[in-house]
């Protein structure tokens, strides 16, 4: 089983989407999560690291520019979603990711203050 580490940028830009009220707080995250094909389409626009900050966890090992090193998104490429939060923090626990967890949950709870 891989291990992951926080991505701290990531948790950065979720706060800051967050802020600034770019979220979806009911979505059929099947649905919304970003396909094998969204991701060749934003990678073909932005960086690495602009694609990295979509994704709570690094994989500890992988090459860095590569899809394998990033794990956990929360987003479309464009807001974060809170059924793709929940999902993070689901699969986190399922497979016992606990700063991943935390993260996730910690964002949850920042979400839904926000929120209303």
């Not at 993070?88 to 606990?98: I, V």
Request: charged letters at 30%; glycine letters at 8%; one cysteine or more.
């Amino acid at each position: 089983m891989a291990s992951y580490t926080v991505n701290d940028k990531a948790v950065a830009k979720a706060k800051q989407l967050i802020e600034g009220r770019q979220y979806v707080l009911d979505s059929d995250w099947g649905d919304a999560q970003p396909s094998a094909a969204d991701e060749n389409r934003y990678l073909e626009r932005h960086s690495w690291d602009d694609y990295g900050e979509w994704h709570l966890g690094l994989t500890v090992g992988a090459n860095d520019e590569t899809k394998a090193r990033h794990g956990f998104v929360f987003g479309d490429f464009r807001r974060i979603h809170r059924t793709g939060l929940i999902a993070c923090h689901y699969r986190a626990a399922e497979w016992r990711h606990k700063e991943i967890e935390i993260a996730a949950h910690d964002l949850l709870q920042l979400l839904d203050a926000k929120a209303g």
